[in-house]
Every structure is written in structure tokens, then in C-alpha cells.
Nanobody, 117 residues
Framework: QVQPVESGGGLVQPGDSLRLSCIVSGGTFSTYVMGWFRQAPGMEREFVAT????????YYATSVKDRFIVSRDNAKIAVSLQMNSLKPEDTATYFC??????????WGQGTQVTVSS
């Protein structure tokens, strides 16, 4: 059973930084395309960032590009999201996502990020 578990959310002020982490148990982590999504209250879940299996390719939503950095450590079965220059509109529940070819998609339970002064 593949299970992503996020951590690192919290309350920060505008302009601050925060780092989210996700540990993925089960299966072979290095074969998973990993991503981060977020969902604000009353809004649809939206894509934030994705990283390839070997970590060499990344892709970001326009709204976070140049502020957020996604990375992974296959030896630690972990993916991270470094969030810099946070804005109030970044407030959301952030979800770790594993896309496994032939098996499906797996989601974490989410971690809350609140950006407020």
C-alpha cells in the first residue's frame, strides 16, 4: 500500500518561507512521478509542482514559479516543497501526490499552510 504523508505546514507571515516534506511508504519510490497540489477553502484542488522520477525535471504552476522549489531524495523516499516569498493567496491545504504508472494515483492527507499577517 502506497501512502504519502505530509508534514511541515503552519502559520507564517507574508514574505516568509516554509518547507513541506512528504514521506512515501510502500512500493518503489524511485519509480513514482511526484507532485504537490493545493486546495483553498471553496476552491478546486490545483496543481502546484511536479518532479520526475530521477529528479532532473520539474514543472511549476505559473503562480508559484520562481518562488517554490520541488526536490526529492529517492534514498530517503521523500519529496519536498520549499516555498519562498509566501503570499496570502498561497494559503491552502497542500497535498503530496504520487503518480504510479500502471497502478494509479495516491494522495496524502494534506498539511495546512496559512499565510497571514
Amino acid at each position: 500500500q502506497v501512502q504519502p504523508v505530509e508534514s511541515g505546514g503552519g502559520l507564517v507571515q507574508p514574505g516568509d518561507s516554509l518547507r513541506l516534506s512528504c514521506i512515501v511508504s510502500g512500493g518503489t519510490f524511485s519509480t513514482y512521478v511526484m507532485g504537490w497540489f493545493r486546495q483553498a477553502p471553496g476552491m478546486e484542488r490545483e496543481f502546484v509542482a511536479t518532479i520526475s522520477r530521477n529528479g532532473r525535471s520539474t514543472y511549476y504552476a505559473t503562480s508559484v514559479k520562481d518562488r517554490f522549489i520541488v526536490s526529492r531524495d529517492n534514498a530517503k523516499i521523500a519529496v519536498s516543497l520549499q516555498m519562498n516569498s509566501l503570499k496570502p493567496e498561497d494559503t491552502a491545504t497542500y497535498f503530496c501526490h504520487a503518480n504510479i504508472v500502471g497502478l494509479g494515483q495516491y494522495w496524502g492527507q494534506g498539511t495546512q499552510v496559512t499565510v497571514s499577517s
